[in-house]
Structure formats: C-alpha cells, structure tokens
C-alpha cells in the first residue's frame, strides 16, 4: 500500500470507522432489545472481522466502541452499573476484546508473509 496516496488511505480508514460505527450500534441496540440474552459472540465476529479488514488501531477503536454499546445497552436495560461485580465484569470484557484483537492482527501479519 506504499504507493497508495495518503488521501485515499484516509478515506478508507474514515470509511471503515464509519461502517465499524454503525454496526457496532446495530449490535448496541440488539444487545438492549435481548435483554438479559448475551450476544457477546456477535460483539467478538465484528471485532475479529474489523480487526482483519482493517489494523489493529482501528480494531483498538472497535473495542471502545464495543464497550460504549455494551455499557449503554446495560444502562438502559437496568443493570445494576453502580455495582463493584458489574465494574470487574466491564474490565474483563475490555481486556478480553483487547487480546482478541491483537491476536487477530498478530495472525492477519503472520499470514500475509
């Protein structure tokens, strides 16, 4: 991609935070219509899809983003967000799709050599 111009690169980084953007709201508002049902599953096949299409910063962005709609989604469905349980549970989903996603971008680069 070293020939690529940097003006085209950005606005394929812009399009893809876009397209990660809404379907990670997508996911969000799933995730707050199901209720109680967990979809982490879907919140992970979207990580490692961004993470291999895209980088691992971008990814990186995935993972806030999964974490703003998770939280959001839980907010709204009144889960007790104020509890210590709820706080280590959000931490361990956060270093969850942290590893999940370096491991992506870890094997997307072993793979293309």
Known sequence: ?????KAARLF???KALILTTIVVSILGYIDYITGEISIDILYILCLCVV????????GIICVVELICAKTTADYYD?????SHIY????LNYVFIYI???LLVGK???LLSK
Not at 51 to 58: A, D
């Open 1 to 5: 991609m070293s020939d690529t111009p």
């Open 12 to 14: 394929d980084i812009i």
């Open 51 to 58: 993470t291999w299409f895209t980088n691992t910063t971008i």
């Open 78 to 82: 009144h889960v007790k967000i104020g």
């Open 87 to 90: 706080e280590w549970n959000t």
């Open 99 to 101: 590893v999940i996603c």
């Open 107 to 109: 094997v997307r680069k």
